[in-house]
Every structure is written in structure tokens, then in C-alpha cells.
């Protein structure tokens, strides 16, 4: 079973490479005062670095500066809170395709487009 799990998971970083090299983005920011948008991919299975990140999500707000967050927790039910916070999504492990890829997310899909 454990090498299933393992031949599922270099599948699903390969197709993942492939995908990224495929998308050429001109990232440039000279320092975070010029940044108008963050994206941070979170294990959200450790509750204690919530707190963290929402003080940092509120630094940034009073900066004028977008954050968004896409947090993975490998429970069925999430936490009360993590459920109804804004700037937060969260996808569950029911949300992922064989290969660990979030294919039943519409949190996702927007995340990485944006």
C-alpha cells in the first residue's frame, strides 16, 4: 500500500511539473511595499499557526495589500474556525483527484488562476 501512495505521489508532482513549466509568469517586485497581491498555500491540520496568519492577513489589509489563502486539512470536518473566514479557503482530502491533485475545488481551480 505504501508504495501505491508513493508511485501516486510522483505522478501527481509530475503532472504538477509539467503544468508549471508550461505557464510562463513575469513575476516582478522590487520590495513588499510594491506587492498588491499574496497567495500562501497552508497545512491547515496545526490550528496554532492560524492565529499567525491572520494577524499577518491583517498587517497586509491595512497595507493595502491582498492576501488569499488556500489551506489543505486531511480531516472530513473542518475545524469551527476555519470554516466562514474570507480571506481563507480550505480543500479537505475527499476534494483531491488519485494522484493528491485538487480536482473537485472550485477554491482551488480560482487560487491557482489568480
Known sequence: MILLGEFRQKVGIYI?????????????????????????????????????????????????????ILGFYSGKDLPVNLTAVKFLSCIRTPELDFFYKPAYSVEAATFIKT
Request: glycine fraction near 4%.
Open 16 to 68: 504538477l511539473d509539467r503544468k508549471g513549466s508550461r505557464s510562463r509568469r513575469k513575476i516582478y517586485y522590487s520590495n513588499i511595499e510594491s506587492v498588491k497581491k499574496i497567495g500562501i498555500v497552508w497545512d491547515a491540520s496545526n490550528n496554532e499557526e492560524f492565529t499567525i496568519l491572520s494577524k499577518f492577513h491583517r498587517q497586509m489589509n491595512e497595507k493595502d495589500i491582498r492576501v488569499k
